[in-house]
Each structure stands twice: as C-alpha cells, then as structure tokens.
C-alpha cells in the first residue's frame, strides 16, 4: 500500500541513506529530477542531479550533517526540460552513522506550469494598464500630427524658393513625422486587435505559405529560410492574419538579428497536445537580463524599432490559448517557441472550460 501511493504521486521522492547512496525514488523523480529506479544503490553524487541543481546539494549536505529541514521555492533545476521546483529536504529515519550522517528526503514538486500561469497573468494585467495609458495618448498625439503634417507640406509649397538648407531641414521633419505615424499606427493595431476569429487550419499549408511569403525579404537580406515540418502536424484553430501577423514578428526580428546573412530556421512539430513552432536564428542572441524583457512594450535596442512587435506576437498566441517563449541558444542565436494546441484538445477545453468573465481586461479601446 505504502509502495504504492509513493508510486503515483505526483510529487518527486528521493531517499538518500548516510552512505549518500540512492534508496528510493518513485516515477515523478525521473521526471522531475532525472533520477531512475536504475539509479537505486548508487552513490547520489554520480548522478548528474546535484550538478545541475547545486542548492540541493547544499541542502542535502547540510541536512545530512545535522541541520534542521529545508525547503527551496521556485528552484530551477538545469536539464533538457528546464523545471521549477519547491523542494522539501529533511532528515529521514533514526540511525546516525559513526560520522554523524543522517538519512535525508527529499520531496519536489513541479511548480513550473503554476508560476508560468502567474507570470503570464501579472504580464496580460501589466499590458492591459499600460495599453489603457498609451491608447488615451496616441489619441491626443495623432490630431495634432496629422494637422502639423498638412502645415509642413504647405509650407513646402510655400518657400520653393528656399535654398537648400531650408529644403533639407524641411525633408527631415518630414521624415519624423513619417515615423511618428507609422508608431501611432502599428499602436493603434495592436490596441485595436479584436478578439480572434479562430477556424480550423492545416498548419502545414499555413507555414509553407507564410516561409513563401517572407522568402523574398530574406533573400534580398542575404538569409537563407529553412523550413522544417513534422510529416503529421495535427490541426488547429487560428485566426490566420493575426498568427501569419505574429509569426511574421518573429521571422523579421531573426532576419534583423543577422544584419550579415545567415540561416532562419522555421521548424514544427508535435508536442505534448499540440504543436510546437520554433523560428532560430544565427544572430548574436539575447543575454539572460534582456531576455527578461523583450516582451515588455515598447522595448526595443533598434534605432527605428518601435518595440512593439513581440508584445503584439505574445497578445495573438495568448488570445490563441497558446504559449510563447524566448530561448538562448548556445554558443549564439535565438529561438522563439510558440506552443498551440491541437485542435482536438482545445475543443476539449472549451467545453469544459467555465463560463467566461464578463469584464474583459486585455481588450484595448481607442477613443
Ligand atoms: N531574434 C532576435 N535576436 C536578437 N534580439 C532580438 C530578437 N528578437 C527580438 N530581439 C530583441 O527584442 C527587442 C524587441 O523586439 P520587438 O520585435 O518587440 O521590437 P523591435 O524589433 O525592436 O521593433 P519593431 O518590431 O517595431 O521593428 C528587439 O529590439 C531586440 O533587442
Ligand atoms: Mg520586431
């Protein structure tokens, strides 16, 4: 019986005896912390574990060396799925060897999902309020642009006679003003983006057609696009402008990463239900403190970047009950990954989803 509710708990168990050998392990230990029943009997230190999680080997020592029990929240441990763990380590059993070594326990449990969910929720609530602040004063700028616009113009009209200097100090406000629109504008896209209208699409025929239509840019940047597709991509639900609009996103900011040429890599394939879509570049990549914030509005390290791309890519793949993600790559260049899910699961979602709230807090309104 015992055996048996520490095989299906969801939660990880690892018992280390004084010797600092492996006891007991149940079947979420390999999937949290990548040790197996294989690993039962060997000493823990030949495990790859503490290596990629050094607070546990302190925890572990310091415990087994007589310290009261530990935990550890929101720990990170290294691996090839990346998990968030709150750990509880304590002594276990009675006997004390001659050293003055305790048995320890150990006991994870995956919180990656629960602090993704929140991350995801103070992020959605952050956009709302700051969206609510830029839409009031995109609205008070963009009269007043377009009106000093036509004045410019006029004026143009009116000092032809000007000499070349007038002319060139004339042309650069112009240009300013260009911009200033062309940002007013790409805001005012994503304040107004409406709710997705989602139908049923091949995935397969979507990212051919949408390596297609970027190709040409990509060639004329001197970069190549490889397209990588599972040979079963399951369907799924998409309202097609607005992903085409957010993988476009994401194909443009890889070509600009890599002012010198090199290799876009758009890949897809099925994971866990639904799929995972990966654009790669070749560029200089993004370190660990900028990564926190490439999703923030209006962050941007580009001249004439508005910053607004990948908050408009992230609004899409969340209105499509999706997942986005920026990852380093080693030893340079960046993925994105969007996970959507198949359309079978997200049926299955929406029926036995809750009714939804009836106050909106995403949804943006331009006077
Ligand atoms: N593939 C990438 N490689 C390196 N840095 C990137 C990559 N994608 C995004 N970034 C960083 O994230 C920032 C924000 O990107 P985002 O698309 O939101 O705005 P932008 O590209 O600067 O401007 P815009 O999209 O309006 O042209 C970029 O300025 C850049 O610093
Ligand atoms: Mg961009």
Redesign the pocket.
């Known amino acids: 019986m015992q055996v048996q509710i520490v095989e299906s708990l969801r939660a990880a168990i690892l018992v280390i005896d004084r010797e600092r050998l492996i006891r007991t392990t149940n079947p979420a230990a390999d999937e949290i912390l990548g040790v197996n029943a294989r690993d039962v009997g060997s000493p823990v230190d030949e495990t790859s574990l503490l290596r990629r999680f050094p607070a546990l080997a302190r925890a572990i020592a310091d415990v087994a060396e007589g310290g009261d029990a530990l935990t550890l929240e929101g720990e990170r441990i290294a691996g090839f799925d990346e998990h968030l763990v709150d750990v509880l380590v304590t002594p276990f059993g009675d006997e004390v060897s001659a050293g003055g070594v305790r048995g320890v326990l150990v006991v994870a449990d995956d919180v990656s999902d629960a602090i993704a969910t929140k991350s995801r929720l103070i992020q959605t609530e952050r956009l709302a309020a700051i969206g609510r602040m830029a839409a009031h004063v995109t609205h008070e700028v963009r009269n007043p642009l377009s009106s000093i616009g036509l004045n410019v113009d006029m004026l143009g009209d009116e000092i032809h006679e000007a000499g070349p200097e007038g002319k060139r100090l004339l042309e650069s406000i112009q240009r300013e003003l260009e911009r200033l629109e062309s940002i007013t504008e ?1 805001y005012l896209r994503l304040a107004r983006l409406p709710e997705p209208s989602l139908t049923p699409q091949d995935l397969a025929e979507f990212l051919n057609d949408v390596a297609e239509f970027v190709r040409r840019e990509m060639d004329a940047a001197g970069v190549e696009l490889r397209l990588d597709l599972a040979a079963q991509l399951p369907a799924v639900a998409m309202d097609e402008p607005q992903f085409r609009q957010a993988l476009l ?1 994401l194909l ?3 070509r ?2 890599m002012p010198e040429g090199g290799v876009v890599k758009l890949e897809a394939t099925r994971y866990d239900d639904g799929v995972r879509i990966q654009v790669h ?1 070749e ?4 370190d660990e403190e ?1 990564r926190k914030h ?1 999703f923030d509005m209006f ?4 001249e ?8 408009l890519t992230q609004q899409i793949v969340i209105a499509h009950s999706g997942k986005i993600a920026c990852k380093a790559r080693h030893p340079h260049g ?1 993925t ?1 990954e969007i996970w959507l899910p198949d359309l079978d699961s997200l049926l299955a979602r929406i029926s036995s989803a809750p009714p939804p709230p009836t106050t909106k807090t995403t949804a943006w309104r331009v006077g």
């Open positions: 790409e996103n443009r900011n890889a600009e990463a570049d560029g200089p990549g993004i900028e490439v962050y941007t390290t580009k004439r970047g508005t910053g607004l791309g990948l908050p960046t994105f």
